[in-house]
């Protein structure tokens, strides 16, 4: 071999050398063979977990349905993974368990099926017998609603709509089953959202530890039981009246820190809200009054959105004149306020004495004037 020959075998080894090793350590091959539309957007994306952003982590373009397509995900942490083509309605979930995953689909016929991974195989047959059971449930309600119409026998219809319950009882049970057997601390994750223990927050707990205890070293489920806990401890715990409420601190509308500890020696009323809330616009509407009518210093005001769309805040409190401390939180549900003040909905709130006593709580906008007179703060 002459040094001109050498030279480009070399250079041609280097570079399959260098490709193969940038996707033979820390990744997932994914071969997908496809019948789609050429000329298509094929891409896979992760599915978030918690306050993730959905990413494309790679794609191609179909070019042929002779070929296969090779993409490449992360496999450093088990997680949920979609393949979609741009258009179609066909999505494509799977998880990386193994090195290599084969993915034959057909989105002329929406259909598609896997080799090689275990925990892709185990969810995907799982959530085509509940499609099936579903759509049995689908057709056994429709029929109730046509014998309801038809006004047949009473104890025909009580016998079906029976029926019906206890087969949507077993739909939901289906799903506890599954998240407490599956293997994979992803496909766990998967169907968690479909797990439904109605108000027995105890059972929920329990089971909600029972997957923390059965993957210790899985992180996204760790932090996913963390805020599940937290949830449960808003319908365990609730402050009543005589209690002393924690502070808390939040932004206001120019982004400054405002702490309701600071109020801890004067009568304060603190309410939740949201934009989006038409039941808590009645309640603004009482609390207005009250804030014009009440003398500066004898009474304040905190408002608390429990919302994400600040300028949509902004445009209401400035629209509207709210001319009392306006908060936000914009994690909501997981934000500071409904975890330390533990409520579950809104609106709600809280009347509270010095040195931060509860001497009230839950007030309807129409009681709001009478209990706010009691104190006698003119």
Known sequence: MNKLKFYLFALLLSGFL???????????????????????????????????????????????????????????????????????????????????????????????????????????????KQLVKAIELRSAKRSIDSLKALHVNKQFLTSAVTRFNTGLQDFYKQYINYADTVSSPAAFMKVYNKVDFGDDYKASKKFILRAEARFPHYQPLQDYAKEVLATIRIYELEFMVGDELPSITLPDQDDKPFTTGSLSKQYYLIDFWSTWCDQCMAFKAAEKKIADKIPPGKLQIVSVAIDNKKSNWKNIIYGNQYNWIQLIDVKMWQGPAVRTLVFDSIPFNFLVAPRGKIINKAIKPDSLLKIISRLKLN
């Not at 993730?52 to 042929?64: F, G, L, T």
């Open 18 to 128: 260098s490709g193969c090793k940038s996707h033979s350590t820390g990744y997932t091959k994914v071969i997908i063979f496809t019948s789609a539309p050429l000329k298509s957007k094929l891409y896979i994306s992760d599915i978030p977990f918690s306050d993730e952003k959905k990413m494309i982590v790679d794609s191609a373009i179909i070019i042929n349905n002779r070929d296969s397509i090779i993409l490449y995900v992360p496999d450093k942490v088990e997680r949920l993974y979609s393949i979609d083509v741009k258009g179609l309605r066909l999505g494509i979930i799977f998880i990386n368990d193994a090195p290599v995953i084969r993915v034959h689909a057909n989105y002329f016929s929406n259909k598609y099926y896997f080799t090689g991974s275990k925990a892709s195989l185990s969810l995907k047959k799982f959530e085509d």
